[in-house]
């Protein structure tokens, strides 16, 4: 008895989730995302060009993940190798203060 | 041969004579291996996205020479040991050349495709406006 009154506790708390995630994709519409350097045909990411790497850097200098960021993968591996080697030379900051 | 890419970063507060001494030094091991110097570009005092040996700023200078990969190594061996030197970076640049040479070409073939297939292209956006109306009349 008391596993069957257990169920329908978990039970009952589901279907409150399950209206929330409802609402929200109700209320949200949620834009596909594109890779940037596939929309803009970029094909060099140079370490050297800061403007278009900070771009890819959050406010932390953080690398923005691709989650985020749209980027799809296999640009995001070249970013991430650029941004690394920018960081290197003080191009771009390892932690940026905010 | 293979076509790298040398990025450093020279105390800021040396004369010019101090930062030519340093491009010299390269453009020496360089031509003294058989390889050939293709490009110096001196991108000057620049403000460090964070502190170096206490110092703020940094002199940049970008060298782009041709050379065996065993030059490569005396050419860090000797900025690692020079003082004036604050950071350097050595990058291979010659397939990333290559590929981006071929990737320019790619669409320089697609681009000169593209006059032929824009008409069929230019008949569909016409057509496109009649039928978002369609799924909207479902909803």
């Known amino acids: 008895m008391a596993e069957a009154k257990g169920r329908p506790?978990?039970?009952?708390?589901?279907?409150?989730?399950?209206?929330?995630?409802?609402?929200?994709?109700?209320?949200?519409?949620?834009?596909?995302?594109?890779?940037?350097?596939?929309?803009?045909?970029?094909?060099?990411?140079?370490?050297?060009?800061?403007?278009?790497?900070?771009?890819?850097?959050?406010?932390?200098?953080?690398?923005?993940?691709r989650r985020i960021s749209g980027v799809c993968s296999p640009h995001q591996r070249r970013l991430t190798t650029a941004i690394k080697r920018a960081r290197h030379v003080a191009l771009l900051p390892f932690v940026a203060e905010v | 041969m293979r076509i790298y890419e040398e990025l450093f970063i020279v105390d800021p507060g040396l004369p010019e004579e101090e930062i030519d001494a340093v491009v010299g030094l390269i453009e020496d091991v360089v031509k003294e291996a058989g390889g050939a110097i293709e490009k110096v570009e001196k991108w000057g005092r620049r403000k460090l996205a964070y502190r170096i040996q206490k110092k703020e700023e940094g002199y940049y200078v970008l060298v782009q020479f041709s050379a065996a990969g065993s030059t490569v190594k005396e050419i860090e061996r000797r900025l690692r040991v020079d003082e004036r030197v604050m950071r350097y970076l050595t990058v291979r640049i010659?397939?990333?050349?290559?590929?981006?040479?071929?990737?320019?070409?790619?669409?320089?073939?697609?681009?000169?495709?593209?006059?032929?297939?824009?008409?069929?292209?230019?008949?569909?956006?016409?057509?496109?406006?009649?039928?978002?109306?369609?799924?909207?009349?479902?909803?």
């Not at chain 2, 669409?107 to 069929?120: D, N, S």
């Open chain 1, 9 to 65: 506790i978990s039970a009952s708390q589901k279907p409150t989730g399950g209206d929330k995630a409802v609402v929200s994709r109700k209320q949200y519409f949620r834009r596909k995302k594109v890779c940037r350097f596939c929309v803009e045909r970029i094909d060099d990411i140079d370490y050297k060009n800061t403007a278009l790497l900070t771009a890819f850097i959050s406010e932390r200098g953080k690398i923005i993940p």
């Open chain 2, 94 to 139: 010659d397939e990333k050349l290559k590929w981006l040479e071929k990737r320019r070409k790619q669409r320089e073939k697609r681009m000169a495709k593209r006059p032929q297939a824009a008409q069929p292209a230019a008949a569909q956006p016409a057509a496109a406006p009649g039928a978002p109306a369609r799924p909207e009349g479902g909803n």
